[in-house]
T-cell receptor, first 111, second 112 residues
Framework: KQEVTQIPAALSVPEGENLVLNCSFT??????LQWFRQDPGKGLTSLLL?????REQTSGRLNASLDKSSGRSTLYIAASQPGDSATYLC??????????FGTGTRLTVIP | DTAVSQTPKYLVTQMGNDKSIKCEQN?????MYWYKQDSKKFLKIMFS???????INETVPNRFSPKSPDKAHLNLHINSLELGDSAVYFC???????????FGQGTRLTVV
């Protein structure tokens, strides 16, 4: 059974810092990995999708990497801003119809 | 246009009642999901469904049942609601084969 873990559970950084969020998964037989953002009381917003054949994806200040063999992904956020404060979730797609979520990292960027 | 929409956004009901949450997607996706987000914010998959196969998480009580009138809709019906069913329920969809998943805004269910 696929298990997805995110470390740290919570992170607080001053504005302007670069930061890395970690995601690990137990079964390397994945189709893809997707990073989401969730604001309090809101739904999930997709940030980046990495297919299993890819090593990384970039969107603006965000860069996500994938090392399938070691069961790890990282989300790098450059020059953090208070608006980046949210919970970040990684989700692993295994098989055609399964999508398993990690436990989330709650990020606070202090102005 | 909202890609994945759920109704209602909030639902307060008494124990023992039967309720439904509706989900519609206009993305042409063939796979839809229901997730439950508990008080610790963990998202747990309940069902995944396409026009060929329903996959049920074995830990989901049989009081919960997905109903799909067509490919664009996957409703969640809950019988005999219990206090522990209080949570936020999310609907999602994607195209089979590992494409990007899109989520609805969630339905906050409160059982009193």
């Amino acid at each position: 059974k696929q298990e997805v873990t995110q470390i740290p559970a919570a992170l607080s950084v001053p504005e302007g810092e670069n930061l890395v969020l970690n995601c690990s998964f137990t079964d390397s037989a994945i189709y893809n990995l997707q990073w989401f953002r969730q604001d309090p009381g809101k739904g999930l917003t997709s940030l980046l999708l990495i297919q299993s054949s890819q090593r990384e994806q970039t969107s603006g200040r965000l860069n996500a990497s994938l090392d399938k063999s070691s069961g790890r992904s990282t989300l790098y956020i450059a020059a953090s801003q208070p608006g980046d404060s949210a919970t970040y979730l990684c989700a692993v797609g295994t098989g055609a119809n399964n999508l398993f979520f990690g436990t989330g990292t709650r990020l606070t960027v202090i102005p | 246009d909202t890609a994945v929409s759920q109704t209602p956004k909030y639902l307060v009901t008494q124990m023992g009642n039967d309720k439904s949450i509706k989900c519609e997607q206009n993305l042409g996706h063939d796979t839809m999901y229901w997730y439950k987000q508990d008080s610790k914010k963990f998202l747990k998959i309940m069902f995944s469904y396409n026009n060929k196969e329903l996959i049920i998480n074995e830990t989901v009580p049989n009081r919960f049942s997905p109903k799909s009138p067509d490919k664009a809709h996957l409703n969640l019906h809950i019988n005999s609601l219990e206090l522990g069913d209080s949570a936020v329920y999310f609907c999602a969809s994607r195209r089979t084969g590992g494409t990007e998943a899109f989520f609805g805004q969630g339905t906050r269910l409160t059982v009193v």
